[in-house]
């Protein structure tokens, strides 16, 4: 199929872009494209407008800002899973990137079109769960911050407004020598993944979890993080027995049911799959467990 007719707009300044989206009607942004286009394609999403942003500079770059990862939300997936800075202080994102479709999505996705996409089965959103990432929305009105948490609304649901657009997100940088792990199943490499988590632990020269964080991705309408499972942990010499009983509490979450799998069984795989990234990230810590 092909899209129903539109008109193309290409900003250079985010000014210009801030301005297309504020003043065009059934405005839609292209980002990448490689969710948006398919689903034009079959006339899922009709747009009027169609705003380009891939030659707006100002939304890209990589910095490290008061122990703060600043990434522009026009980075390439591509690069920035070879980014000797993301593997550097946020080494959990540069794993989950390798996740990410095939080779040809990373080329042309990015990572603001990741997360205002919002699908609860992407690896993206998740990793900025489990970092407590800081998105940064621009708009005619200026720039606002939201927290990841804030930010994700539901079922491929964000607090975009129509007129904004994602600018840059921060990562809080974690304690050096932090471990990280990641996993998903499946059925195939590049499908969306039924289950997954990424988890992230601080741990001591005592072994003790001075801080943990456990994110879940593809179980429930977005990806949510294991409280219980952080606090189970947390203060804890962690083996594997911690282990087992934090990965435990992902049976806690409310999962989604649908024609790729029934409730239960994503609940078992969220269950495998954080004890199989929590092992990783203590492993990364120096803990054999």
């Known amino acids: 199929m092909k899209p129903a007719p539109f008109d193309y707009h290409a900003p250079r300044q985010l000014k210009e872009a801030a301005e297309l989206l504020a003043t065009l009607p059934n405005a839609k942004i292209l980002a990448g494209g490689q969710s948006l286009v398919a689903m034009m394609n079959f006339r899922y999403v009709i747009v009027d407008h169609l705003v380009d942003l891939a ?13 703060h990862l600043r990434i522009g939300a026009m ?10 800075e993301v593997a550097r ?10 996740h990410v479709g095939h080779r040809q999505t990373r080329n042309r996705g990015t990572i603001g079109g990741s997360l205002a996409h919002a699908d609860p089965a992407a690896e993206l ?5 489990a970092y407590d990432a800081v998105l940064h929305l621009a708009s005619i009105r200026g720039l606002r911050s939201v927290p990841f948490r804030d930010f994700s609304l539901g079922f491929m649901a964000t607090a975009l407004a129509p007129d904004e657009m994602i ?3 921060e990562l809080p940088i974690w304690r050096a020598g932090h471990g990280h792990g990641f996993h998903e199943f499946a059925r195939r490499q590049g499908d969306f993944a039924l289950a997954g988590a990424a988890a ?19 179980v429930a309408e977005q990806p949510v993080r294991v409280e219980a ?61």
């Open 55 to 67: 030659h707006v500079d100002d939304l890209r770059g990589i910095a490290v800002i008061d122990g």
């Open 75 to 84: 980075m390439r997936q591509r690069d920035l899973e070879f980014s000797a």
């Open 229 to 289: 499972a952080e606090a189970a942990l947390t203060g804890k010499v962690v083996d594997a027995t911690a282990i087992q009983t934090a990965a435990a509490a992902a049976w806690l979450i409310e999962p989604i049911s649908d024609i790729h799998a029934g409730g239960d069984y994503r609940r078992h795989l969220a269950q495998v799959l954080s004890a199989r990234a929590l092992v990783d990230a203590a492993r990364r810590a120096g803990v054999d467990v």
């Open 89 to 98: 202080h946020c080494p959990l994102l540069a794993q989950a990137l390798r």
């Open 200 to 218: 992230l632990l601080d741990i001591g020269a005592d072994n003790v979890v001075r801080r943990a964080a456990l994110a879940l991705f593809g």
């Open 167 to 169: 600018a840059a997100i």
């Open 125 to 129: 959103p998740a990793v900025c769960a």
